[in-house]
């Protein structure tokens, strides 16, 4: 697969449009300070924030950060107190000059600290510190502090329980009406955990007669109990992830494997790939058009896959007999006298033909089920491989879970495209200059994107 080269495409005009677009390229200064019951602590400079946001397996944003404080500052008031500190982290929109932006606005968040000791230094001093008052250690040297940073509202939300009765209610409702009311009711320094939930349509539409949550349910685990334990929601799997989106801590409920959602969604991506010796630098990497976020992107891909080999295994599709034709009638009545019915007995499914005409369907472990989208789901996700990407001078916070995506690329000289969906993002924060003084940063982002197996690829890296 040949990386795009865009002076012979018709994508051109697409690109220079974002990289020469009027809008001001902004960057962040990241300034915080430490807290605890009793003291307030300026930090120095932060050397680098982690984000991973891993869509199909997490709940929630993992955030690792690397700072410094003053000798004294922490042997004094942060070390004491580290089981119980938390942290501020103010974003100022600056200029590539680090000159301030009129009217910008700034972004404010606090975490709870999780002081990681096996990934600091063994602090050996810290008897000897005792003999030190803190303005002479202040004087001696400078620390680096090593923390992973969790969610205020994720950390609330993840002992939240609650359970309940429902009677004709679909799914959809019964999700608005647990995840949703429930998280509302947990407060945050006086505010709502979250502000929104998002729930993208689910497969399973019907109403459903009678469904009971046991009480003493996590809210974290109704989207899969429902899924998995009842009649299911989605035919390609399900997520649940609290992110900050719009400026608003928002609850997603979303398929995960559906690769095909691109025509559906208004709010999507494009990624036009283009190679890194044509643009070694380029501020302006992206453009929000009409709900439409278009990235550059100036970095080397992979493509992965396993091949057929998972889906030779586990098979192409599956066999399980339907509950419901065990209430009705699962025959057919004719003049010898009644006859079994495969087509109201069973869901017999495959998601596509093999190649070789040599189709697999084994029987499912539950083999008499109402539930036929939670194997629906095992299918899809055996049809998928995962494209990775690189995103500079990125804003991780425009990608939202489950968020399509389309991306174009050049085979045998003919421009390609394929749509899937955004499951992972990694985002590396740094700051662009060394020494104390604060200055910008930079965010890069590492973007996974889960395609249809082969879609036309050539297998290795591209």
């Given amino acids: ?44 400079k932060i050397k680098n924030f982690d984000l991973v946001r891993n869509y199909l397996r997490n709940i929630g944003d993992h955030m690792h950060i690397e700072f410094i404080l003053a000798a004294g500052d922490f042997y004094k008031y942060f070390f004491p107190y580290k089981e119980n500190s938390y942290i501020t982290i103010t974003q100022k929109p600056r200029t590539f000059t680090n000159l301030p932006i ?29 003999r030190f008052n803190k303005t002479a250690l202040d ?17 609330a939300l993840r002992i939240l329980y609650t359970g309940g009765t429902f009677e004709n209610k679909t799914y959809k409702e019964i999700l608005y009406n647990t995840v949703g009311s429930d998280s509302l009711k947990v407060k945050i320094n006086g505010k709502p955990s979250i502000e929104a939930i998002d729930i993208s349509d689910p497969d399973n539409t019907e109403n459903q007669t009678m469904t009971i949550i046991p009480d003493g349910t996590p809210i974290i685990s109704i989207p899969t109990y429902l899924q998995e334990h009842k009649k ?15 400026s608003k801590k928002t609850w997603f409920v979303y398929p995960l494997y ?44 992979r493509y992965i896959s396993d091949g ?36 109201r007995m069973n869901y017999e499914v495959s ?37 990775h990407l690189v995103w500079n001078n990125s804003d991780p916070d425009l990608i939202h879970p489950g968020m399509p995506a389309k991306f174009f690329y050049l085979k045998h000289d003919k421009l390609v495209s394929i749509t899937g969906v955004i499951i992972n993002t990694q985002t590396s924060v740094e700051m662009a200059n060394s020494g104390l003084l604060i200055g910008i940063y930079y965010s890069n982002t590492a973007i996974s994107v889960l395609v249809d197996k082969g879609n036309s690829l050539d297998i290795g890296e591209w």
């Avoid at 220079?16 to 300026?42: G, M």
Wanted: net charge positive.
């Fill in 308 to 343: 057929h080999s998972r889906i030779m295994d586990t098979g192409n599709g599956f066999r399980m007999s339907a509950a419901y034709s065990y209430m009705k009638k699962p025959v057919v009545m004719k003049k010898t006298g009644p006859v079994g019915s495969r087509s």
């Fill in 102 to 130: 009129k009217n910008a606005k700034e972004i404010k968040a606090t975490y709870k600290l999780v002081y990681l000791e096996k990934e600091n230094t063994p602090l050996n001093f810290i008897e000897a510190s005792e």
């Fill in 139 to 155: 004087l001696m040297d400078f620390i680096t502090v090593k923390c992973q940073l969790l969610d205020l509202s994720l950390e």
């Fill in 258 to 301: 559906n690769t095909s959602i691109y025509k559906k969604r208004s709010y999507k991506s494009i990624f036009y790939v283009v190679p890194p010796q044509h643009f070694p630098w380029v501020e302006k990497t992206y453009l929000l058009e009409n709900k439409v976020l278009k990235i550059v992107c100036v970095a080397d891909k």
């Fill in 351 to 387: 998601n596509k033909d093999a190649l070789n005409g040599l189709n697999y369907g084994p029987m499912v472990e539950d083999e008499i089920s109402d539930n036929p989208y939670s194997e629906y789901s095992k299918i899809t996700s055996r049809y998928t491989d995962i494209i």
């Fill in 1 to 44: 697969m040949a990386i795009l080269d865009i002076n012979n495409t018709s994508l051109k005009k697409d690109v220079n449009k974002i990289i020469n677009s009027p809008d001001k390229v902004i960057f962040y200064s990241w300034e915080a300070r430490v807290h605890n019951k009793k003291y307030n602590l300026n930090i120095l």
């Fill in 232 to 246: 299911g929601i989605y035919n390609s799997g399900i997520g649940m992830y609290l992110q900050n989106f719009n």
